[in-house]
């Protein structure tokens, strides 16, 4: 009878402790930014030299001279007044929908959302990919609402042939995504977009996710 009664309150309490360990998992991120108010910046910094410890990657020069391929004209999307003043990213499929903000100062511009890396890019610009880069959880002092709209939590969800869409300067692009990877680099710089988030809270991994224009 006794070793019933200390196999069942084994059972509940590891059943007990399971269920806790799965209710706090979602928000330890959170707890995790309070007991450590510096791990934000750490994650930032990690981001930011995720595109810029890779220079080389870019634009080899060529061993042997060849001429200069003529470039291809880009067809710009109709302007659309009504559309916002201020550019921004649209991923339907997992709320995304914020700001784009410029600048090298990355430990600030992270706290305030979604970050185009400096030195690459722009939709209206071919030759070089636009990269986006954001928090995966973002900061303590984050709102729920601005979290949703921000942040890249739900990057992972994103698989080939999602739609995301980029305005700029009022002018609407669509991109279909056709990869998406782990790893601690970008390993196709030939994409249109690049987004990329932290896999895991202060871990070297990160989420990517890369996409052609589509309009």
Not at 23 to 39: D, G, N
Not at 104 to 123: C, E, H, M, S, Y
Request: proline share 9%.
């Amino acid at each position: 009878m006794r070793l019933h009664k200390k196999f069942f309150l084994v059972s509940g309490i590891s059943l007990w402790t399971l269920a806790v360990v799965f209710a706090l998992l979602p928000v330890w991120p959170h707890v995790y930014y309070r007991i450590s108010p510096r791990a934000s910046e750490t994650l930032a910094s990690t981001i930011a030299y995720t595109v810029t410890e890779e220079p080389g990657t870019i634009n080899q020069p060529s061993p042997t001279l060849t001429p200069a391929p003529t470039p291809t004209p880009i067809t710009l999307p109709d302007f659309d007044p009504s559309l916002p003043e201020k550019d921004g990213l649209i991923i339907e499929k997992i709320g995304v929908r914020g700001e784009i903000h410029e600048g090298a100062d990355w430990n600030t511009i992270l706290k305030q959302g979604i970050w185009r890396v400096p030195n690459f890019g722009t939709p209206d610009r071919p030759g070089q990919p636009v990269i986006l880069a954001a928090h995966r959880w973002g900061y303590l002092e984050w709102s729920a609402a601005f979290r949703k709209l921000n942040s890249f939590y739900s990057l992972p969800q994103l698989v080939s042939g999602d739609k995301i869409k980029f305005v700029w300067e009022q002018r609407e692009y669509e991109y279909t995504v056709y990869s998406t990877e782990t790893g601690t680099a970008i390993t196709d710089y030939k994409a249109n977009l690049i987004l990329y988030t932290c896999q895991l809270w202060n871990s070297p991994v990160r989420y990517f996710v890369y996409a052609n224009r589509t309009n």
